[in-house]
């Protein structure tokens, strides 16, 4: 029989454990991770999508723990303490109010999130290295919001008195504002800013819209425009009012048109964010990203309703234009 040193044995170990393949951290140690995610259905699909591309099925490498903020009368802290409860690995809230909430549930449990400006949000103390269990995507870039009205303005070239509605208690406003006036000014464009305040607010403030002789508006990103987009794009048609939104779900549903990032490549690449997690990375080590892809959609049948023409060059810039 061959004697082999407990050296050249231990050297041997060491070799096998490096030539190994990376795994998951949290298989490392015979465990399926499980992670929860607080989003609407698209970005679900597509946060699924992008861990499949990662090599991560469902049932087999990861457990998936889906939690809907589309029903109207969700209470997000509510979801955020059920995940807690189910001891989920990482968290991926999918709004500004569903990061506040996952944050307000756990201090520990890393959470990946998708808001408008983290920073601005207090959610997190800098991009670069947002410390604590936070990191994710911000939506809000300065040329963003300039871009949208300077296209709404180049479709509508007539409107110079823009609504803006923003949300209370939204801590992304004030940015978002300070950019849309400083837009303002360079076009000529006189702003208007709305706040509104619940669901029962709508007829009060599309009513003052029009004591102010608005022509157009912008509507802010906030959960509540997004839950009740229906009932905001039937408003803007009734006051006859040039309109955009920062998510396609507006155009789809009727508004006139929306820029902004393309939300499902957002949750496709958070899936990676939370692979990186999995593996051991520190969420508060990794940089807080920024969108690499923005969309334009056009409804000319909305355009149409309110005796629009919208310019051949601006339907140029569109990603896609719904007949």
């Known amino acids: 029989m061959r004697f082999i040193s407990p050296v050249a044995l231990s050297l041997a170990l060491t070799l096998c454990i490096l030539a190994a393949p990376l795994v998951p951290w949290a298989q490392q140690v015979g465990k ?5 995610v607080i989003a609407n259905k698209t970005g679900y699909e597509a946060f699924r999508k992008g861990l499949q591309e990662l090599s991560y099925t469902e049932g087999q490498n990861i457990t998936l723990e889906f939690r809907s903020t589309e029903p109207r009368d969700v209470r997000l802290l509510d979801l955020a303490n059920e995940l807690v409860r189910a001891q989920v690995d990482v968290i991926v809230a999918g709004s500004t109010p569903a990061v506040q909430a996952a944050k307000q549930a756990t201090a520990t449990i890393p959470i990946v999130g998708v808001s408008v400006d983290p920073v601005a949000s207090g959610l997190v103390p800098g991009f670069a ?9 911000s939506l ?10 300077e296209l709404l303005k180049e479709a509508v070239p007539s409107a110079t008195r823009l609504a803006v509605l923003t949300a209370r208690g939204n801590p992304s406003s004030k940015t978002l504002l300070k950019e849309t006036e400083r837009a303002a000014r360079a076009l000529g464009v006189q702003v208007h800013p709305l ?30 425009h997004f839950i009740h987009r229906t009932k905001i794009i039937a408003l803007t048609i009734r006051h006859r009012l040039s309109s955009m939104f920062w998510r396609r779900e507006f155009a789809d549903a009727g508004g006139l048109m929306s820029y902004g990032p ?28 920024s969108p690499r892809k923005f969309e334009l959609i056009i409804n000319l049948k909305t355009a149409k309703a309110l005796g629009l023409t919208i310019p051949h060059s601006v339907l140029l810039l569109a990603d896609e234009v719904i007949q």
Do not use: C, W
């Not at 403030?205 to 029009?210: E, G, H, V």
């Not at 949750?267 to 990375?281: D, E, H, N, P, T």
């Open 262 to 289: 393309d939300q499902p490549e957002i949750y496709r690449r958070a899936a990676g964010l939370v692979s990186k997690i999995l593996q051991g990375a520190k969420p508060g080590e990794l940089p807080v990203e």
């Open 140 to 149: 809000s870039e300065a040329e963003t919001d300039a871009k949208r009205l």
């Open 32 to 36: 399926i991770p499980r992670v929860g």
């Open 195 to 224: 706040e509104l305040h619940g669901p029962d607010d709508f007829e009060k403030t599309f009513a003052a819209m029009t004591a102010r002789r608005a022509d157009s508006l912008i509507v802010f990103p906030a959960t509540l």
């Open 129 to 137: 290295r947002p410390g604590g269990n936070i990191t994710g995507f």
